[in-house]
């Protein structure tokens, strides 16, 4: 299968700060990426679709000047979460889109990124 | 409402015995995958079904996808410790672009 990296894998940072995270397709092109939160014990909550060369897409109740995404090229985007909050200490994973047959696709996923605000 | 349901939500057996997971939801879907997550990873995609009434099978895991494209199973013959983790399923919709996943089943597996 296709692989996904994200980096980093944990981080901590203070209140107010602002922390990077990547997410890379290593073994081919993604055109789209998605990135999502995950609570303890819960399933994926969407944040946004990232699109390589194109703003990204939020889902409701996202902010975007919070949670700011780039897709600079079709193996690299990262997710900015600005101006941390405790509240904000979350799993963050990335994942890419790779095109299966027709209009389908599959989802790789990175890692994951534990960050946690103090 | 929840678009895809999944069940059971917590599952805890022995060692060697068989489990059914389900992913069931009214909407009919161009594919359904489904996916196991370990604590503190991300997920790791099983498998992908596209056709109706399909069925896949991966060592001790067999997938099933309904005849009509609105629900799966994935079952596990002998169970082991190794196949603890949370099971999610996920559904992309034609020309949505985007996945849609369960709540997932959490299944632990003692020795």
């Known amino acids: 299968g296709a692989v996904v990296s994200q980096h980093p894998s944990r981080v901590i940072c203070k209140s107010g700060t602002s922390v990077k995270i990547e997410c890379r397709s290593l073994d081919f092109q993604a055109t789209t990426m998605f990135w999502y939160r995950q609570f303890p014990k819960k399933s994926l909550m969407l944040m946004a679709t990232s699109n390589e060369g194109s703003k990204a897409t939020y889902e409701q109740g996202v902010e975007k000047d919070k949670f700011l995404i780039n897709h600079a090229s079709l193996t690299l985007s990262t997710l900015t979460v600005t101006s941390a909050h405790p509240e904000d200490s979350s799993f963050y994973i990335c994942s890419a889109r790779q095109p299966l047959a027709g209009s389908l696709y599959e989802q790789y996923f990175g890692p994951g990124t534990r960050l946690t605000v103090t | 409402t929840q678009l895809l349901e999944q069940s059971p939500q917590f599952l805890s057996i022995q060692e060697g015995e068989n489990l059914t997971v389900y992913c069931n939801s009214s909407?009919?879907?161009?594919?359904l995958q489904w996916y196991r997550q370990e604590p503190g990873e991300g997920p790791v995609l099983l498998v992908t079904v596209v056709t109706g009434g399909e069925v896949k099978k991966l060592k001790r895991l067999t997938f099933q996808f309904g005849d009509a494209r609105k629900d799966s199973s994935l079952h596990i013959t002998a169970a082991q410790p190794g196949d603890t983790g949370l099971y999610l399923c996920a559904v992309t919709f034609t020309n949505a672009g985007k996945s849609t996943f369960g709540d997932g089943t959490t299944l632990t597996v003692k020795p």
């Open positions: 909407s009919v879907f161009s594919s």
